[in-house]
């Protein structure tokens, strides 16, 4: 069965510094994996994705994130924070043709000026 | 273009209840997916629909059902509301040939009480 692993739920930064969340995943086959963004009060926002092209995704925003197989890991990054980057971020891992995602727990991203 | 739009906003009901909510999908796309989102949590896949049938379902008892009309729209039904069925109900629809990649409209707010 595939999941996910945020690990932290709660990531703080200053603005201008390092973004780095972490998500590891578990799959039996070759995994899809993705990145949302949910803003308070709102749905989820689609950053990047990893369909098992390119190992280093590029998103919106910004964000990154570089498919690591050997470590099962899925990690976004961004270089430097912006305030606007406060939010809940997801990963999720989906099975090709099964169409449906499973998320993690999430990790909330605070930025302070 | 309008993104996926879902209604109502906010509901509360109680107990015993039963609930519609309803979802319309991205221009062009027809798959719709609806997912649980307790506070606090990652989202929980409920089940999704394609060419009016239900595809795939995640571990979600019989009180949830749900339909897909000939327009693509989509509705969940709960039924015998309980307490723990409060959560924020995410709508998420896919292009054809990508239903791995969903589009996330804003949710509905379901308290019961």
């Known amino acids: 069965a595939q999941s996910v692993t945020q690990l932290g739920s709660h990531v703080s930064v200053s603005e201008g510094a390092l973004v780095l969340l972490r998500c590891n995943y578990s799959s039996s086959v070759p995994p899809y994996l993705f990145w949302y963004v949910q803003y308070p009060n709102q749905g989820l926002q689609l950053l990047l994705k990893y369909t098992s092209a390119a190992t280093l995704v590029k998103g919106i925003n910004g964000f990154e994130a570089e498919f690591k197989k050997s470590e099962t890991s899925f990690h976004l990054t961004k270089p430097s924070a912006h305030m606007s980057d406060a939010a809940e971020y997801f990963c999720?891992?989906?099975?090709?043709?099964?169409?449906?995602?499973?998320f993690g727990t999430g990790t909330r991203l605070q930025v302070f000026p | 273009d309008a993104g996926v739009t879902q209604s109502p906003t906010h509901l509360i009901k109680t107990r015993g209840q039963q609930v519609t909510l309803r979802c319309s999908p991205k221009s062009g796309h027809d798959t719709v997916s609806w997912y649980q989102q307790a506070l606090g949590q990652g989202p929980q896949f409920i089940f999704q629909y394609y060419e009016e049938e239900e595809r795939q379902r995640g571990n979600f008892p019989d009180r949830f059902s749900g339909h897909q009309f000939p327009n693509y729209s989509s509705e969940l039904n709960v039924n015998a509301l309980l307490l723990g069925d409060s959560a924020l109900y995410l709508c998420?629809?896919?292009?054809?040939?990508?239903?791995?990649?969903?589009?996330f409209g804003p949710g509905t707010r379901l308290t019961v009480l």
């Open positions: 998420a629809s896919s292009p054809t040939g990508e239903a791995d990649t969903q589009y």
């Open positions: 999720a891992v989906s099975v090709h043709n099964t169409d449906k995602l499973i």
